[in-house]
């Protein structure tokens, strides 16, 4: 779905293109020549904000628990089976929230160029997931996990085609997504209904998830409008980008709210391969989903 709707919207731009091209030809053919584009410079600096909202990806982790969602359980054969009852999972990507870009390009004419952005979820959405009555160790427990990015930042190499330099102009961009920091944060914590292992009440810990170098795609289908020295801009744009789980480690521990020295939680740290041995510190990888479809508004300038 994400590659159609990048398809459609880089056809539709080139359609735009042509036909205000054609517009200008048959309007203003015998107004003198336009002035060059940057007469002191080629060189651009841009600038913007924006929202970027869940765009299907996983929704669940390799170990069957949803990122964003809930399961209900009922316990049987006297507390050593769990059966699950009922569900709801939900839409999840880790790069939803309120992005900053910043960026640099050079224009080889009024018309393409080339440029250089980096991209940053300065507000990364967080995921809820609770299981209710699940048996974990042969106690029951209600379990919440609460998920979210550390601050995603990419770094996007793209091509800018646009109508025009003067006024009103219609530009599109296509590039691709170069992850710089894609680490996840998850919060679990245990409630035990009547009481857990060694007579504990609740136990809850933080593990960090680090993610193998990925490549992925976007692209971008706006307008910007020249006021003086600046242009005012405005776009539509959708990420594909899904990250392969590298490493997860144990950051904080703690039961009954009294931390627990790393150096006795095991395993710290697991490694997860698309083939080997399974064992406590090593598991099968599965991807994490950082796709979005979003809008952003903006300035650029000469440098």
Known sequence: MKKLFTLILVCGSFSLFAQHAAFMKTTHTKLPPRKKTFPNSMW????????????????????????????????????????????????????????????????????????????????????????????????????????????????????????????????????????????????????????????????????????????????ALGFSYKVDKIKLWAEVNVMSLSVELKEQKVTAFANDGRPVPLQYVTPGTVNYVQSGTYNANTEPTYSIPFSYIGAMIGISFKI
């Open 44 to 219: 651009y600096g841009r600038v913007g904000i924006g929202y970027a909202f869940t765009q299907g990806g996983q929704t669940m982790s390799a170990y069957g628990t949803p990122y964003n969602g809930s399961l209900h359980y009922v316990n049987n054969n006297n507390g050593s089976t769990a059966t699950l009852t009922d569900f709801e999972v939900k839409k999840v990507s880790f790069n939803t929230g309120v992005h900053a870009v910043v960026a640099a390009g050079y224009m080889f004419d009024s018309h393409v160029g080339f440029e250089l952005a980096g991209q940053f979820n300065i507000a990364p959405f967080s995921y809820t997931s609770n299981s209710y009555n699940y048996l974990s160790s042969g106690y029951n427990a209600n379990i919440n996990i609460l998920s979210k990015a550390k601050s995603p930042i990419m770094l996007i190499p793209s091509f800018i085609l646009q109508s025009g330099e003067q006024g009103f102009n219609l530009y599109t961009r296509v590039g691709l997504v170069l992850p710089v920091n894609t680490k996840v944060e998850r919060t679990y914590r245990f409630d035990y209904l009547a009481g857990g292992p060694n007579g504990i009440n609740n136990k809850e810990y933080t593990l960090e998830e680090s993610s193998k170098f990925t490549v992925g795609y976007t692209g």
